[in-house]
């Protein structure tokens, strides 16, 4: 089972890189399996920790994807980094081990700590839409225009009878990112 999550790494300047992803568990340990190159890749590489932090605003997971990674932070317990104010739970990690692939390297990371700061109150339908649409702008380049149209149509219709503000804003976010994919797919075209 994969869960869409937020990890949180130190740069090598010492900000906050903030990612969203999706992790597995294997064997007692969490899997987290960047794409070639990322921050988030190299970060655990050079300092051997992260933290996943469980979110239920959905805003952070749009927001990441369309260039507003500005959350407000808050210290771990264990390890030297920082975790999402906002997350109801989180996770301090140790990379126990590594295995490289040409386009998805794997980091197998032990628990440290667990903290809940908030219960789960659970999503309703137009949270998993965002989360749907955030993936899908991840992939916009690997997606043909029907199967955008298709998608965002479908998942739509979650919007319209069931989200708040959060989750309005955040499809906003995510619609004005595909409008600019096809602004400049287009200029690409004519060029």
């Known amino acids: 089972m994969i869960q869409e999550i937020i990890v949180t790494t130190t740069n090598e300047d ?13 064997s007692e340990l969490i899997v987290i399996a960047p794409f070639k190159p990322s921050a988030t890749l190299e970060n655990i590489q050079r300092n051997k920790t992260a933290v996943i932090n469980r979110i239920d605003d959905v805003r952070v997971f749009a927001g990441c994807l369309t260039g507003r990674k500005d959350w407000p932070l808050a210290p ?17 990690l140790g990379l126990e081990r590594f295995e490289d692939d040409e386009l998805r390297p794997r980091f197998y990371c032990k628990q440290v700590i667990e903290v809940t700061h908030k219960p789960f109150q659970g999503f309703n339908r137009a949270q998993s839409a965002v989360l749907e649409a955030a993936i899908l702008v991840s992939r916009l380049h690997m997606l043909t225009e029907e199967k955008i149209e298709q998608e965002l149509e479908y998942l739509m219709i979650a919007i319209d009878k069931t989200a708040g503000e959060n989750e309005i804003v955040a499809w906003g976010w995510l619609m004005e990112r595909i409008k600019i994919f096809r602004q400049e797919s287009n200029k690409e075209k004519i060029a």
């Open 14 to 26: 010492g900000s906050t890189h903030i990612a969203p992803m999706g992790i597995r568990e294997e």
């Open 76 to 92: 771990t317990e264990k390890i030297k980094e920082h975790r999402l104010e906002g997350a109801l739970s989180h996770l301090e």
